[in-house]
């Protein structure tokens, strides 16, 4: 299947810090997705990206679709304890292809 | 409320037995996806539905089947056939086949 690298793979902040991460592909996407996921729950959505160079905001997060399209980035602002979780990037290559999942970042914020 | 129920939340079986997963979604969605989440992995797709009567293989097919009788309903089996069935496995729904996924909260199956 198609690999698409997440980093950092784990993350420990402290309360009130800026987080950035990232997700990488050797290959084209033309759509990306940001999920998080809480503790043996299911992920929930984000923000889904559709245009390359795409900056969109949820609240206290903001993702871009990067230029090359081979890229997103998904960056948390002033992190609360709530902001615990796994964040996944998805991404989808083509019309009709289905979404593939990068490995995570595990974010744990620190009170 | 709208949305995508997994049942049951966890579940045990001993080894050589096949066991179902449920999934319905009540968001009127024609797509329909299990994928398997191990610890420290993303998600892999096992199989998916674009319409009722139809589903594809996904990258990690073998030792499972699915059903797609209904729209609503999208029943996983997972039989004595996989190696490694202990995992966390998420049921996902989606408008159509380009749409962002919507998921339920996940069964944890754990084989004995």
């Known amino acids: 299947g198609q690999q698409l690298n997440q980093s950092p793979q784990s993350m420990f902040i402290q309360e009130g810090e800026d987080v950035s991460m990232n997700c990488t592909s050797s290959?084209?996407?033309?759509?990306w997705l940001w999920y998080k996921q809480d503790p043996g729950e299911g992920p929930v959505l984000l923000i889904a990206?559709?245009?390359?160079?795409e900056l969109t905001s949820n609240g206290r997060l903001t993702a871009q679709f990067g230029i090359t399209r081979k890229d997103s980035f998904l960056n948390i602002s002033a992190s609360i304890p709530s902001d615990v979780g796994i964040y996944f990037c998805?991404?989808?290559?083509?019309?009709?292809?289905?979404?593939?999942f990068g490995t995570g970042t595990s974010l744990t914020v620190i009170p | 409320d709208g949305g995508i129920t997994q049942s049951p939340k966890y579940l045990f079986r001993k080894e050589g037995q096949n066991v179902t997963l449920s999934c319905e979604q009540n968001?009127?969605?024609?797509?329909m996806y299990w994928y398997r989440q191990d610890p420290g992995q993303g998600l892999r797709l096992i199989y998916y539905?674009?319409?009722?009567?139809?589903?594809q293989k996904g990258d990690i097919a073998e030792g499972y089947s699915v059903s797609r009788e209904k729209k609503e309903s999208f029943p996983l089996t997972v039989t004595s056939a996989q190696k490694n069935p202990t995992a966390f496995y998420l049921c996902?729904?989606?408008?159509?086949?380009?749409?962002?996924?919507?998921f339920g909260q996940g069964t944890r199956l754990t084989v004995v």
């Open positions: 996902a729904s989606s408008i159509d086949r380009d749409s962002e996924a919507f």
């Open positions: 290959s084209i996407f033309n759509t």
């Open positions: 990206l559709y245009k390359a160079g």
């Open positions: 998805a991404g989808q290559r083509y019309t009709g292809n289905q979404f593939y």
């Open positions: 968001l009127n969605h024609d797509a």
């Open positions: 539905s674009q319409i009722v009567n139809d589903f």
